[in-house]
């Protein structure tokens, strides 16, 4: 059974976990960036991180479902009581 510390912590979790992937991606182009630099085999070392990025992102938007799933089930539980 869920206590409410627990959805408590997984709240500060998930907020913890999006922006710690966002300095990855901030990372992530920035070496990718400078992947271009390598010549033939930048493109496409550029464009696989990229890539990356972008299922970054996408993660991000998974976590973050799932933060407004636990707030707005806490913010319903307190109106109840």
């Given at each position: 059974m869920?206590?409410?510390?627990?959805?408590?912590?997984?709240?500060?979790?998930l907020?913890?976990?999006?922006?710690?992937?966002?300095?990855?991606?901030k990372?992530?182009?920035?070496?990718?960036?400078k992947a271009k630099?390598f010549?033939?085999?930048?493109t496409?070392?550029?464009?696989?991180?990229m890539?990356?990025?972008?299922?970054?992102?996408?993660?991000n938007?998974c976590?973050?479902n799932a933060?407004?799933?636990i707030d707005n089930?806490d913010?319903?539980?307190?109106?109840k009581?």
């Amino acid at each position: 059974m869920e206590t409410g510390n627990e959805k408590e912590k997984l709240s500060l979790l998930l907020v913890y976990w999006i922006e710690h992937n966002k300095e990855h991606e901030k990372d992530f182009k920035r070496w990718a960036e400078k992947a271009k630099g390598f010549g033939e085999i930048g493109t496409k070392v550029y464009e696989a991180i990229m890539d990356a990025v972008e299922h970054m992102e996408e993660v991000n938007e998974c976590l973050f479902n799932a933060f407004e799933d636990i707030d707005n089930k806490d913010k319903e539980d307190k109106n109840k009581k």
